[in-house]
């Protein structure tokens, strides 16, 4: 396919996405910490379903979306030529390989690299999808890795409530549902902050956005 017909493709999918997200969740995005503004971030969210960051990246609005990269498992988004089209020319995913021993890249330069071109970043730092009753899985060290290599940066917890009972782990056809995105205030790692207590400072920012109703 010539570049200016899969630029056109991403392009139309990529909306396709977003309407279909839009229509099935009715996306409601509470900027309760910061402003919706076109400012370089780092949005750092619970993972509970496998479309939150389609969902995230669809609740904000079109010039944020357009400079923001998810960061995804490749060892997913490369297992068949249409993940891999959607991954790479749709969401222009910062594609991290989950496998230490089949790494061929760093992934906190992968995303720093990104951040140094301009973009901001979607990211889930438990890592992998939360199916336990816990309401978060203990965070990676990406996170803080990435605060510490480019400090000026803002990190913004996100919350996503209600998408994990839209598609339940296991189903193929989503079920209707309202679902809320809460945006708190952005995080900075403090000078000579240790790493478990950065960790337990964004732990605790985004357990402070989740709906009480949901406690």
């Known amino acids: 396919m010539i570049p200016a017909l899969r630029a056109f493709a991403a392009r139309v999918t990529g ?10 969740t009715a996306p409601r995005a509470i900027w309760q910490g910061i402003e919706p503004v076109p400012h370089q971030r ?30 995804a498992a490749l060892d997913y988004w490369l297992t068949s030529p249409l993940r891999a089209f ?9 594609l991290i390989d989950r496998r230490p021993e089949a790494r061929t890249q760093d ?21 992998q999808r939360n199916s336990s009753d816990a ?21 913004v917890p996100v919350w996503i409530a209600n998408l994990n009972r839209v598609m339940p782990k296991g189903e193929i ?29 964004a732990t605790q920012a985004l357990l402070a956005l989740k709906p009480q109703a949901l406690s």
């Open 15 to 24: 909306q396709a996405i977003s309407t279909f997200a839009r229509f099935m």
């Open 86 to 94: 959607i991954g790479r020319e749709v969401f222009n995913a910062v």
């Open 42 to 71: 780092v949005y750092f969210a619970n993972h509970s379903s496998n479309g939150d960051f389609v969902l995230l990246w669809t609740a904000l609005p079109t010039p944020l979306r357009r400079q923001t990269r998810p960061v």
């Open 173 to 201: 056809i989503p079920v209707p549902l309202i679902c809320t995105l809460t945006f708190g205030a952005p995080l900075h790692l403090a000078e000579d902050e240790p790493k478990d207590a950065f960790l337990a400072r």
């Open 107 to 127: 992934p906190v330069a992968q995303m720093a690299a990104a951040l140094d071109e301009g973009a901001s970043l979607i990211l889930f730092p438990e890592g």
């Open 135 to 155: 309401p978060l899985l203990p965070f990676k060290s990406g996170l803080y890795h990435l605060a510490k290599s480019r400090p000026g940066v803002d990190l």
